[in-house]
């Protein structure tokens, strides 16, 4: 039933650079709507399984009205959940709950958030197509890369999931269950030896603020000639590893989009009203302090 005032919100630890409450805020303006979007910062279980488990029961007795949850909840909150959706399933972690017929209903719309930016960002350009599956690296094999490796796998891509630690990336690998997806180490000898790649996705945060210098590249690996590049870490709005790609001349982004259009899909799921992409994005990207693609 479509309501006039929502209080959203979304837990973590910790949240201090969060940008969700001012694109759910926005959002609910948008639209007319009253209510508000908080921050419910929640430390890791156990010591935040009391705190994490009250907060879900406010969605069962409709004090709240939706919720996303980031690192470090994502998987520990399945357990409090009466249901999972299909993607939320197969990769193993929720970033968005809401009641449905009285269920609690945990959904990952970071899978497709990147999905839908990522085909913004490639739109019409594609430098090895009609050489087979296309081949993307992901750096990292944390709850974002699983996502984000779903994503490109179901959407045809050939996988292969990077980590400093190989036993993560063979976990991730086998949790998803794909054939094509390959674990391998984060370092300059295993990355050297990957075949031709059209994108590199970083899901590690290194070079998020306030370490902005940071680079998940290996210095002195130059990048490969036909990739793409995609950053997830979207503050600052122009990371080292996008400075390093566009000064070798190849296409790259940071994941602002991804951020607006994975809260555009929870906004959806909570309100039923489409969620003002656009203004969201501008808003966002004027927060981060640039221009919006
Ligand atoms: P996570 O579950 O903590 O995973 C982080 C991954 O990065 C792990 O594999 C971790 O390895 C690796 N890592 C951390 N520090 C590293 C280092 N110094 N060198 C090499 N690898 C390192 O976090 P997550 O949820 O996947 O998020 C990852 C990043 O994506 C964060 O910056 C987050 O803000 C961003 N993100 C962006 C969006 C968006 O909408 N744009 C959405 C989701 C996430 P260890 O386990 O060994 O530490």
Same mark, same amino acid.
């Given at each position: ?10 837990? &973590? ?22 209510? /508000? ?24 007795? &409709? ?39 009285? !269920?609690?209903? &945990? ?9 839908? /930016?990522?085909? !913004?960002?490639?739109? =019409?350009? /594609?430098?090895?197509? =009609?050489?087979?599956? !296309?081949?993307?690296?992901?750096? =990292? ?14 959407? =045809? ?53 306030? /370490? ?29 590893? *996008? !400075? ?10 940071? &994941? ?35 221009? *919006?693609?």
């Amino acid at each position: 039933m479509a309501l006039e005032s929502y209080q959203l919100g979304l837990t &973590g630890y910790p949240l201090d650079h969060s940008l969700s409450p001012m694109l759910h805020r926005q959002a609910l303006h948008f639209h007319g709507l009253t209510g /508000d979007y908080r921050l419910y910062s929640i430390p890791p279980a156990p010591e935040g399984r009391p705190a994490l488990a009250g907060l879900l029961s406010r969605l069962r007795t &409709g004090s709240l009205h939706g919720l996303n949850v980031t690192i470090p909840h994502k998987q520990v909150v399945i357990d409090f959940l009466d249901e999972l959706t299909p993607v939320a399933r197969r990769i193993g972690a929720v970033n968005t709950i809401f009641l449905r017929d009285g !269920r609690l209903v &945990g959904d990952n719309t970071d899978a497709p958030g990147f999905l839908s /930016d990522l085909q !913004r960002f490639l739109e =019409g350009f /594609d430098p090895t197509e =009609g050489e087979g599956p !296309r081949q993307a690296l992901v750096l =990292g094999a944390g709850g974002a890369a699983r996502a984000v490796a779903y994503a490109l796998v179901t959407s =045809g891509w050939k996988v292969t999931l990077a980590a400093r630690r190989l036993e993560q990336a063979q976990e991730a690998a086998v949790w998803l269950g794909e054939a094509w997806i390959k674990p391998a180490l984060l370092q300059p000898a295993a990355l050297i030896e990957l075949a031709p790649l059209a994108l590199i996705v970083n899901a590690t945060p290194l070079g998020m603020v306030p /370490d902005v210098l940071e680079n998940p590249w290996p210095a002195g690996v130059p990048l490969p000639r036909l990739a793409s590049v995609y950053d997830l870490v979207y503050n600052p709005l122009q990371t080292a590893l *996008v !400075r390093t790609a566009l000064e070798s001349g190849l296409r790259a982004t940071t &994941g602002l989009g991804m951020l607006v259009d994975q809260a555009a899909l929870s906004f959806e799921h909570w309100t039923g009203k489409p969620a003002p992409r656009l203004q969201m994005r501008q808003a966002a990207a004027q927060t981060v302090g640039g221009v *919006v693609r």
